[in-house]
């Protein structure tokens, strides 16, 4: 009986392995095996267009990130603003459309899909959406700001270096904002009634009950969004690249190494590049699995 | 004092509603506004907010007759376009079906079975969701271009599948551990193998959760860019998105075949997210945070 069992066991783990093995198979090819490749070439001076002058450099290709490049620098303060204006600006919104839509309306589930529509559009699509609106002499902001009297002449909004990353921010945060209602209004409606009912007999105001009662019962989802918009602003690609495509202005560190290894075609700079990329991903990869498995705590 | 403060509160919402409303919709309302404006009146200032004399003009030129734009020389825009589209169905489609069944397979192994090193094995499937792109890239485009798979379509389809594993892998897992065991115990008890009771006693069960992976997979395909915008060179395999960057000339925007081309890029994703509205909301949460 016990070897039975034992043969039940090991047939089992069989099947598993046999009925994972494809996407392990993928998963190695096109993820693990890129990643750990991509490391030795990161010691080469390398360029696609004159391959044949491949050469070692051993980390001089990480000392020039460090120490030489100034637009390395200057993308690295860009992703810092770019982050900090998206991940606060996405996470009011979302706060507050989360809370507006925890109340009863006629009409709410409309008004449900309605918020979802930014982040449902392809992102690149996005970009030259606002592109459009933003435009400096046709576009509709500044068409609205200057029928409101608010503006006398029209303003290049996105060939300002000052507004065009705050912009870039601000469309980013408009994509995403719909992500973290759906979180964070997952999270309001768990909050039990009874909870809110006592605090008013207690005689607690609105503005009391919100931030003695409501917020810190959403804390460990307010972490999990953040976790999460933490790592969607430092990937944002699309929306950056149909706004204002590799200006220097707003030029992020996911732009520049676009830039470097697939316009450039430094295959090896950019490999140096992206692992330092990869390394501070890595430690927001370990919040994020610390984070979703710890609930929120 | 209290029905004064009833209705204030009333008032406020339906602000905080109307403001919401602006906020999500008056920029998709405006690029579907300009689409349908003739050039003349989307070059105006200021702008016509409504169209004096509406057109469908830039849909025609995009699917049915043509124009020149800045790729013409060598390619009529209009098939470009046109090609662009039915790549990105194919992208979208493939994907989908496939991971609906991929991802079903994985998540209840995941969910159901025991066998070594189950949690190093779950891990290596959702540590690829933090990693940025780059530093896999570099290597998967010198990989692509060993095995003939740059600029194609089945090379795309690999990649997205991929990509799509970690998530809708954890979401089926999620959704087949939310349903009782007993269910297929009790087939199995009947003489069905544990793969036999899954296909016929639990999918049926867990089809709103295959439905998440459909919805949730279609729209992150569709809406995919980096990816073909590295691996993809003509019209044979580039998606729509990448066509769409090529009205973007520069010294100079097509800015009325972009307005039109960017209504039909944002209508599948918007009709799938209205219809199956509930499974996306669904998707999202349980393929993201796990509670």
């Given at each position: 009986m016990k070897m039975r069992l034992g043969n039940i066991r090991r047939r089992e783990s069989a099947v598993a392995l046999l009925l994972l093995s494809p996407a392990i198979f993928l998963l190695i090819l096109f993820v693990y095996y890129p990643a750990l490749n991509t490391l030795p070439l990161s010691f080469f001076e390398y360029n696609l267009k004159i391959p044949w002058r491949k050469k070692f450099v051993g980390l001089s290709n990480y000392m020039k990130i460090f120490v030489k490049d100034g637009d390395f620098a200057r993308s690295f303060t860009n992703t810092i603003v770019f982050m900090t204006v998206t991940i606060s600006l996405s996470m009011l919104v979302g706060l507050f459309f989360a809370?507006?839509?925890?109340?009863?309306?006629?009409?709410?589930g409309l008004v449900r899909s309605i918020m979802l529509l930014p982040w449902v559009i392809p992102p690149v699509v996005n970009g030259y959406m606002w592109q459009w609106i933003l435009n400096g002499q046709w576009g509709a902001l500044n068409g609205l700001l200057y029928q409101a009297g608010l503006i006398k002449d029209y303003i290049v909004w996105l060939a300002n270096p000052t507004y065009s990353i705050l912009w870039c921010a601000f469309v980013q945060?408009?994509?995403?904002?719909?992500?973290i209602s759906v979180i964070l209004l997952a999270a309001l409606q768990s909050i039990p009634l009874e909870l809110i009912e006592a605090s008013k007999v207690d005689g607690a105001d609105a503005v009391q009950r919100f931030i003695y009662v409501v917020l810190p019962l959403l804390r460990p989802s307010l972490t999990v969004a953040f976790i999460i918009e933490l790592i969607n602003s430092f990937m944002a690609f699309d929306v950056i690249y149909a706004l204002t495509g590799v200006d220097p202005a707003t030029r992020t560190l996911m732009i520049y190494n676009f830039q470097v290894a697939f316009q450039f075609l430094e295959f090896g700079y950019g490999a140096a590049l992206s692992y330092v990329l990869f390394a501070i991903g890595l430690i927001f990869a370990h919040f994020y699995i610390k984070v979703i498995y710890g609930g929120g705590r | 004092m209290t029905t004064f403060n009833k209705s204030l509160r009333k008032v406020m919402l339906l602000i905080a509603i109307g403001f919401l409303i602006f906020w999500s919709v008056a920029p998709i309302a405006w690029i579907f506004i300009s689409s349908i404006s003739p050039t003349v009146e989307l070059f105006s200032r200021p702008p016509?907010?409504?169209?004096?004399?509406?057109?469908?003009?830039?849909?025609?030129?995009?699917?049915?007759?043509?124009r020149g734009f800045r790729g013409a020389t060598v390619i009529p825009a209009v098939r470009y376009f046109r090609r662009g589209l039915v790549n990105s169905l194919i992208y979208a489609v493939t994907t989908t079906l496939i991971m609906a069944i991929f991802s079903s397979i994985t998540g209840y192994v995941f969910a159901r079975y025991n066998f070594p090193l189950k949690n190093v094995l779950f891990y290596l499937f959702i540590g690829v969701i933090p990693i940025p792109g780059w530093a896999v890239l570099i290597t998967i485009y010198q990989i692509f271009a060993t095995a003939g798979l740059l600029n194609t379509l089945h090379g795309m389809i690999l990649l997205f599948i991929t990509y799509r594993l970690p998530i809708d892998t954890w979401l089926m897992k999620s959704y087949f551990e939310s349903i009782p065991r007993d269910i297929e115990e009790a087939a199995m008890i009947d003489g069905c193998s544990k793969l036999e009771a899954m296909f016929k006693v639990v999918m049926p069960i867990?089809?709103?959760?295959?439905?998440?992976?459909l919805i949730v997979s279609f729209i992150s395909t569709w809406n995919a860019f980096l990816a073909p915008l590295i691996f993809t060179f003509t019209e044979e395999a580039k998606p729509l998105t990448v066509v769409i960057s090529e009205f973007i000339g520069q010294y100079y925007v097509e800015w009325d075949l972009m307005s039109a081309a960017a209504v039909i890029a944002i209508i599948p994703p918007l009709f799938f997210a209205f219809i199956f509205q509930k499974y996306l909301i669904q998707g999202l949460t349980k393929g993201a945070v796990k509670y």
């Open positions: 809370i507006i839509l925890n109340e009863k309306f006629p009409g709410r945060a408009w994509r995403d904002s719909p992500f | 016509h907010w409504i169209p004096y004399n509406p057109t469908l003009k830039n849909y025609m030129d995009l699917l049915v007759t043509g867990a089809l709103p959760g295959v439905a998440a992976v």
